[in-house]
């Protein structure tokens, strides 16, 4: 299996602030990288996809980068909605798995 | 727009089968992939597995002796049966529209129903 490491698992943020989330694969997975965003008893909402193609609706505050093993989602000038877990998931090889979460708490 | 909608028992006993339906309304079946994903109380997520409509599938490896996924395209359901239950499989269970980047072979899961809990407890 290909594991997908995120840091950090947490951090605490400002509203206006710019918020650097990293995930790690544990072998070269090209850009078959997705972003997800989950709330509280909310199922997760993508954000991005093949690593840095934003989903339709979603706001351009949100980028993501990377290529191969290491990728990057970005979030600038944080709001008040945008605090929640954001997960990474590969989708190169079977099983496709998800990065353990990264929560953004308002500081 | 599609929407999904996760049902079934949300109580199962140890070493019983759970069966999950997931009805999905504004767009057809056919054409698409459609996933499972689950999530323990508290935790992260965890890939089921996936079926395309002409029923082809691919499990998660460390489920795959136990699992079974199915499509009805005559009902628009999908559904998901997880044989001899224990209590590491109580989650909340989603199921989700697999689409496809255009021209690619980047996969994303772009449509999620809101999931149905599912406890595993005698």
């Known amino acids: 299996d290909i594991q997908m490491t995120q840091s950090p698992s947490s951090l605490s943020a400002s509203v206006g602030d710019r918020v650097t989330i990293t995930c790690r694969a544990s072998q070269s997975i090209i850009s078959y990288l997705n972003w997800y965003q989950q709330k509280p008893g909310k199922a997760p909402n993508l954000l991005i996809c093949?690593?840095?193609t934003l989903q339709s609706g979603v706001p351009s505050r949100f980028s993501g980068s990377g290529s191969g093993t290491d990728f990057t989602l970005t979030i600038n000038n944080l709001q008040p909605e945008d605090f929640a877990t954001y997960y990474c998931?590969?989708?190169?090889?079977?099983?496709?798995?998800f990065g353990q979460g990264t929560k953004v708490e308002i500081k | 727009q599609v929407q999904l909608q996760e049902s079934g028992p949300g109580l199962v006993k140890p070493s019983e089968t759970l069966s999950l339906t997931c009805s999905v309304s504004?767009?057809?079946?056919?054409?698409?992939?459609w996933s499972w994903i689950r999530q323990p109380p508290g935790k992260g997520l965890e890939w089921i597995g996936y079926?395309?409509?002409?029923?082809?599938?691919k499990y998660n490896p460390s489920l795959n002796s136990r699992l079974t996924i199915s499509v009805d395209t005559s009902k628009n359901q999908l559904s998901l049966r997880l044989s001899s239950v224990t209590a590491a499989d109580t989650a909340v269970y989603y199921c989700a529209r697999v689409s496809i980047l255009t021209g690619t072979y980047y996969y994303n899961m772009d449509v999620w129903g809101k999931g149905t809990t599912v406890t595993v407890s005698s």
């Open positions: 998931q590969q989708n190169f090889h079977i099983p496709w798995m």
């Open positions: 093949a690593a840095s």
């Open positions: 504004g767009d057809s079946v056919n054409g698409y992939y």
């Open positions: 079926i395309y409509y002409t029923g082809s599938t």
